[in-house]
Structure formats: C-alpha cells, structure tokens
T-cell receptor, first 114, second 109 residues
Framework: GAGVSQSPRYKVAKRGQDVALRCDPI?????LFWYQQALGQGPEFLTY????????KSGLPSDRFFAERPEGSVSTLKIQRTQQEDSAVYLC????????????FGPGTRLTVT | GIQVEQSPPDLILQEGANSTLRCNFS?????LQWFHQNPWGQLINLFY???GTKQNGRLSATTVATERYSLLYISSSQTTDSGVYFC???????????FGTGTRLQVTL
C-alpha cells in the first residue's frame, strides 16, 4: 500500500484480556517502530525492528508487552493481561533505512481498557 | 536521554497570521522531523530536516544543529493548520525518535 496501515483502528478490552495490534509498514521499509501515545502527550518509543531482528525494546513498559516481526514485514504488538494504564494510542512507523531516515507513521490503534 | 522542548505550548492565531514554533534539543542528533498531528490523530510528516532550511508552500523550517534548535514557520495561517505540532529527534546513539512536548495551535476565523 501507499502508507503505513494499522488494525484494528479501535479496540476495547476488559481488564485482564490479551490484545494483538497489527502494523503493515510501507513496502520495502527495513525499519519498523512502535510508539505509545497517552492522551495529551507526545508519542513515546516502545520498540524497534530492523528487518526481523528486534534491536531495541528498551521502551516496553513491562513484560506484558511483546512485539514480533517474524518475516521482516508485518509486525504485531501483543499486550497480555491488559491494565487500565495501557489505555493509549499505539502508533507504528516505518523507514527505508536503519538510522537517520525519515519515519512515516500509521493512523494508530486506540486501545481502551475498561 | 535527550531532552526536547518546544515553545510556545499553546498558540491561538487569527486566520492569515504568521507564526514561529521553536524546538530546542539537548544533544547532537542524526535526524529531526516536524509533524502535524491533526484532530483525528494522524501524524503528518512536514519536514525531515537534520540541518539547513527547507520550504514547502506556506511552511518552512530551519535547523541549526550546532546550536541545537529548529524553527518551524507558518505563514498566512488557515483553520486547517489547527492541531498539535511536534518536533522529534533521533539522537546519535539510537535509532528511535524522541518527541518534544508539542505546540497546540488553534487558528480562528
């Protein structure tokens, strides 16, 4: 596709449920990033893939968060046993190179945990 | 980690006015981008500008990397310019963007 796509766009989960968020990067982009944006704040880095390798997961807030990109294209962010504080918009971005390349963002998935 | 501060935090303009948004950062960077987040939450790329000056229509940006700041100029503002403007930097030590605090712009008729 022409841009980064994410699904679902909206997700409501009950506390304790597991959720999976999908990101389709721009075709051919080697780098993929996940960010979390709380209401009224700027996005904050969660994790980074170069092709299928997860090179940086320093931003994942707890071991309930897990991300994968098994074939170096589509990525999934999984949150286990969701908590209310996980409510946020989860943004995916991709870029054509490893560092110092322009990042392009998807529309985000708004997660609400009730 | 690197600190990124934007000013002003809030700005209200009448349609047709000009404005300057500022981004200060605390360390050297490989990448600096300006984004507009529209009311639907989409981050729209405005400029990729680790250094120098670029122009795109009514918008222009300048980054002075040696002095660790960037400026975004909006001329002849329109109501569709409303939203939050973010500066984001990629420090030399990591392949990830650190976002600034944002400037919330409202353009009124």
């Amino acid at each position: 596709g022409a841009g980064v796509s994410q699904s679902p766009r909206y997700k409501v989960a009950k506390r304790g449920q597991d959720v999976a968020l999908r990101c389709d990067p721009i075709s051919g982009h080697v780098s993929l990033f996940w960010y979390q944006q709380a209401l009224g704040q700027g996005p904050e880095f969660l994790t980074y893939f170069q092709n299928e390798a997860q090179l940086d997961k320093s931003g994942l807030p707890s071991d309930r968060f897990f991300a994968e990109r098994p074939e170096g294209s589509v990525s999934t962010l999984k949150i286990q046993r969701t908590q209310q504080e996980d409510s946020a918009v989860y943004l995916c971005a991709s870029s054509s190179g490893p560092t110092a390349y322009e990042q392009y963002f998807g529309p985000g998935t708004r997660l609400t945990v009730t | 980690g690197i600190q990124v501060e934007q000013s002003p935090p809030d700005l209200i303009l009448q349609e047709g006015a000009n404005s300057t948004l500022r981004c200060n950062f605390s360390d050297s960077v490989n990448n600096l981008q300006w984004f507009h987040q529209n009311p639907w939450g989409q981050l729209i790329n405005l400029f990729y500008i680790p250094s120098g000056t670029k122009q795109n229509g009514r918008l222009s940006a300048t980054t002075v990397a040696t002095e660790r700041y960037s400026l975004l100029y909006i001329s002849s503002s329109q109501t569709t310019d409303s939203g939050v403007y973010f500066c984001a930097v990629e420090p030399g030590t990591a392949s990830k963007l650190t976002f600034g605090t944002g400037t919330r712009l409202q353009v009124t008729l």
